[in-house]
């Protein structure tokens, strides 16, 4: 016999629709596990990272809130959340606040991973603390970017770099795009300051990573300027 489809098998098929970018079937199947479990909040948070995604920040607000009272303790749902209060220039107050919590939260988690990396005796198990670590740092990465773009929204903008300054310390390497835009985020903030050679030098360190266009665009724009 053929079992049906339960709400976590209808969402993990959606999970693998938004791996590959098809955003219109993961929300469809996230909306039908919501149908076989309303209280499957994961699905919820996945039609709200779908619809950033799309760029449809309304809506992903709207998803996002709607859990945000269900499962108070996900960092990763507060830093998205704050990321689309920053973008839509709303709550700024309560978006600090989250995605600071986030940083937070990510920072503990990632320091006791790295003590018991350090600690273990045992290869399999220090393999798999290392990637569990490798997860952590990116997600505080994020979440330190994030942290920037609410105080640039805020007008707050040395910690707006402070933040961003923090988040290229943990960024890998061939994270190239990633490190390019906070390079030319962070000259957007010193430009507010005032300090040119500070603006040139961080538009020079995005100019010799980004790979992006759209990106390489905006740097380029703001050479000119």
């Known amino acids: 016999?053929?079992?049906?489809?339960?709400?976590?098998s209808t969402f993990e098929e959606g999970v693998e629709y938004e791996t590959v970018g098809n955003y219109e079937r993961a929300i469809e199947?996230?909306?039908?596990a919501l149908?076989?479990?309303?209280?499957?909040?994961?699905?919820?948070i996945g039609m709200g990272n779908c619809h950033i995604a799309k760029g449809e920040l309304v809506e992903a607000r709207r998803e996002y809130e709607a859990v945000l009272s269900q499962i108070p303790g996900t960092p990763s749902l507060w830093n998205n959340l704050a990321?689309?209060?920053?973008?839509?220039?709303?709550?700024?107050?309560?978006?600090?606040?989250?995605?600071?919590?986030?940083?937070?939260?990510?920072?503990?988690?990632?320091n006791e991973l790295t003590l018991?990396?350090?600690?273990?005796?045992n290869e399999a198990d220090r393999f798999l603390l290392r990637q569990e670590l490798n997860d952590r740092t990116l997600e505080l990465m994020y979440a330190r970017g994030t942290l920037g773009q609410v105080r640039f929204k805020r007008k707050s903008w040395t910690l707006a770099i402070a933040a961003w300054t923090a988040a290229l310390e943990v960024a890998p390497?061939?994270?190239?795009d990633f490190r390019a835009k906070r390079n030319y985020e962070i000259a957007l903030?010193?430009?507010?300051?005032?300090?040119?050679?500070?603006?040139?030098?961080?538009?020079?360190?995005?100019?010799?990573?980004?790979?992006?266009?759209?990106?390489?665009?905006?740097?380029?724009?703001?050479?000119?300027?």
Do not use: N
């Open 173 to 176: 390497l061939d994270y190239f």
């Open 83 to 110: 990321h689309v209060y920053a973008e839509l220039g709303i709550r700024l107050d309560q978006a600090e606040e989250l995605v600071g919590k986030a940083v937070e939260r990510y920072q503990k988690s990632r």
């Open 189 to 225: 903030a010193y430009r507010e300051l005032g300090q040119a050679s500070d603006v040139r030098r961080h538009l020079g360190k995005a100019m010799e990573i980004v790979k992006e266009p759209e990106l390489r665009k905006k740097i380029e724009k703001a050479l000119q300027q």
């Open 29 to 32: 199947h996230y909306k039908h």
């Open 35 to 44: 149908q076989l479990d309303p209280e499957f909040y994961e699905a919820r």
């Open 1 to 8: 016999t053929i079992e049906p489809p339960t709400a976590a």
């Open 116 to 121: 018991r990396a350090q600690r273990t005796k």
